[in-house]
Structure formats: C-alpha cells, structure tokens
C-alpha cells in the first residue's frame, strides 16, 4: 500500500473544521477505501493550541521535527491574521518540499504570505477574497470555487469545502469508489465538483435595497425561462433600461445579464441533478432555448458539459422543472 503521510498545521484560533473535516476524510480512506494516509499534526513549539471555538488540540509534536511530508495541509481561522512570523518562516522554507500543498479557508493567507501562491490559481473563504487578492497581487484570486487545484497546490473555500477538496483529492490518488465510500461513512455526498459556486445565484449577489428590485430578485428566480432581456425586466421594475441597469448593479453588485446567467445556470443544474428530463428539456426550462446554448453556458462557467454535469452529480429522486408562467 502505497503511504501518502498528511501533515497537519496547528496555530492559536485556529478553525477547528478546517482541521478535523480533511483529517477524518484521509482518516476514512485509510480504514475504509484502501488508502494509507498517516496523519501528523504539530504545532511551532509541540504546545496545545486552542481553536476559535475554545477546543483544545494537543499536536503530535513540533513542526521542525517532522520529516517530509507527502500532503502539507494548513487551515484558516482567525490565527490567520497577525500570524507567527515563525510559521511564515517555516512555511516558506518547508512547503516546497511537500508534494502536495492544501490550504483550507483562511489558510491561503498563510501561503500568500509566505510568498507560496505567486503566480498561481487559488481560493478562500468567500469574505477573505477581497483581502487576498488585495494584500497579495501576484495571486490570482478566484472567488467563486469551492476549491481551486493549480498543479501541486490546490487551495479550498471556507470550512466544509476543505471537506470536498480532501475527497477530490481522495478521489485523485485511490479512485472514485474509494471516495465514494469514505463519503458514505462520513455521510456527506461525493457531488461538489471544485468549479462549483461557493453560493446560489441569489446569495453571490447582494439583496436589492428598493423593493421593486428587490421583487424583482425573486421573480427572476422563479422565472428563469421568462423573458430577462434588460429592456423587459426593465418595463417590469418600472424604469427606463439605463437607468434600470445601473441601479441594479449598484445596489445588488453585479450586472443584471450576470444576474440571470447566474439563475439560469443555478436552475439548469438542479434540473440536471434531480430529474430525470432530458437535456432539451431542461435547456428550455432553464431559458436557455437550445442545448447548444446551454452547453456553451456550462463550458463557460464550470468547463463540463450537461451530459458530464449530470453523469457525475445526478440524484435518482425525481423532480419536475419549477417553472410558474
């Protein structure tokens, strides 16, 4: 059995689920998907450190001793900010030597900072991407992902997403059965691709502060197939299109065309996870009109197609389009 050894960093306030969710997948694939991932953590100095939720973790020892590991994993959590500058020391110097790089949430802050993630792809925690994309300009900031793989580092949303980073991971070195029944024990799905939107349409995007916008909001969601061009969403919020359209974006931080390409992708993939409606079908549904059309959407957005999307993410419980006219 080939041994990966997991190397976990603890810090003070650190996010305990950052911590213990990717250690109980690596954990499970060890015990019941056939993988050997044993697992290390310590801390700078070997002492207990306690979470942001007041937990106590005792490490197994120190970080200078600890031989190479195979996947260097670090979390987030408020310790993130105003780190040890041991630990970006450390950091800088040891994990290049690991041939796998994680960061869970906040975590990506310690790599940034450490000078880790220049010139790559990565992720965090949706209210820290403003911060690391500011902070850290040679990073190239995805805010949407629930993880983001760029060669040996990949980098992880907030809390749970670290979740399923360490299953695609799982996924990756064991096969996807073997993720596929760590998920099981865990009682978790096997579904979160990584390009998957860390929120719904109607979270990503502000709630309108006037009520005709706001309303709005809501019956573009329920209305995905209706007609979203500007000027008619435009009559239904009674305002000229000009003005409509800034508006919109100012009070909701996005452009109303986005806003709908959000929905309509939002509601074609629940479409395609939870019924059994054809790709027509649900292109239609979705107020795309035609496949072709849909395809392109979901290159775009997620680079799959329907028919992959459906294949890896479908649920056999049946389910009518919601569509109210």
Known sequence: MTKRPVLVVLFDDVQSLDVTGPVEVFAGAGHFGGGGYPIQTASLDGDPVRTQS??????????????????????????????????????????????????????????????LLDGHRATTHWAACDHLARCYPEVEVEPDPVFVR?????????????????????????????????????????RRPGNQAQFSAQLAAQTAQRPPLRDLQHWITEHPDGDLSVDALAARARMSPRHFARTFQAETGT??????????????????????YGVQEVAGAAGYGTPEAMRRAFGKAMDTTPAEYRRRFHSPVPRAPQTTR
């Not at 929905?263 to 059994?276: D, F, K, N, S």
């Open 54 to 115: 007041g937990l106590r973790l005792l490490p197994d020892t120190t970080l200078d001793a600890v031989n190479r590991p195979h996947t260097l994993l670090v979390p987030g959590g408020g310790g993130t900010r105003g780190p040890d500058p041991r630990l970006i020391d450390w950091l800088r110097e040891h994990a290049p030597r690991a041939e796998r790089l994680v960061s869970v949430c906040t975590g990506a802050l310690l790599l940034a900072e450490a000078g």
């Open 150 to 190: 760029d060669g040996r580092i990949s980098t992880s949303a907030g809390v749970t997403a670290g979740i399923d980073l360490a299953l695609a991971l799982v996924e990756e070195d064991l096969g996807r059965e073997a993720a596929l029944t760590v998920a099981r024990h865990l009682v978790v799905f096997l």
């Open 255 to 276: 452009t109303p065309g986005r806003y709908v390409d959000r929905v309509r992708l939002e509601h074609a993939r629940r479409l395609l996870e939870e019924t059994a």
